[in-house]
């Protein structure tokens, strides 16, 4: 049976600001069944009802917990939306650069990990490319990131990023084994130029071995920016997906 992939409401931002529900609407037509939103706790009402309006679920979550003054504002929104995976999708790579730098960051990440469960919710990261490129002693940032973390932490692996940023991603998977709870599948030039991103199947992005090497990861389709309707964009990605990841 086709896997059924869920996709980050961030590709869409711009139809999202104007119109919510009819964002979401839009994607549930193409089939999709699941989403993850950005930000989720700004707008928690009006999401809770363009995802029950549309039939779809959000079982992850980006927002910015890393940081936040108040984390259990963040989980008691999660906790609104049906959300079960809160994700922090970005730390700026100036605060990567050395190991006392990545171990401030997990440290904070095992704080929120542990205060998570009381809001019945697991925590993770999201990584971008400057985790992949900054080396330590050898090793990436996010591979000495992820030796730090508690056992509970799980992480959502951006695999475009992490191939931009010069990991063998397959092999980053594997390597991280079950943590991995969530990809990001996307497509496109090896770039940081985001204008480049292609559906699923189209770019130089190695999607097959991806998603071979992380079976038990829910699939995210992500489009930082599209050339055409990335509604379209979205709609081909889902269409490959089920076709060859089965």
Do not use: C
């Not at 049976?1 to 409401?9: A, D, E, G, I, T």
């Not at 711009?14 to 993850?36: F, H, I, K």
């Not at 971008?128 to 992820?146: D, K, N, P």
């Not at 799980?154 to 940023?165: Q, R, S």
């Amino acid at each position: 049976m086709p896997r059924k992939p869920s996709v980050q409401l961030y590709s869409v931002r711009d139809a999202a600001e104007q119109d919510l529900a009819g964002a979401v609407a839009r994607l549930a037509a193409t089939g999709l069944t699941q989403v993850e939103p950005y930000a989720f706790h700004t707008r928690a009402a009006e999401l809770k009802d363009a995802l029950a309006a549309a039939g779809v679920t959000a079982p992850s979550g980006h927002a910015s917990v890393i940081d936040a003054q108040n984390p259990r504002e963040v989980f008691e929104a999660a906790n609104l939306l049906g959300i079960t995976t809160v994700i922090d999708p970005f730390i700026p790579a100036e605060r990567w650069r050395t190991a006392d730098d990545v171990a401030r960051i997990a440290d904070r990440v095992n704080e929120l990990s542990a205060l998570a469960p009381e809001y019945v919710l697991e925590f993770g990261y999201h990584n971008h490319h400057w985790e992949l490129q900054t080396s330590i002693e050898g090793r990436s940032a996010l591979e000495v990131f992820a030796d730090r973390l508690a056992p509970e932490v799980v992480l959502e692996i951006d695999t475009f990023w992490a191939t931009v940023g010069g990991a063998d991603t397959p092999a980053l998977l594997t390597a991280l084994g079950d943590r991995v709870r969530f990809i990001h599948v996307k497509d496109g030039a090896r770039s940081t130029d985001t204008s480049t991103q292609q559906p699923a199947g189209r770019g130089e992005i190695d999607v097959r071995a991806i998603l071979a090497a992380a079976p038990q990861a829910l699939r995210v389709i992500e489009f930082d920016a599209y050339a055409g309707d990335v509604f379209d964009g979205i709609a081909a990605s889902f269409e490959w997906l089920q076709e060859n990841d089965k």
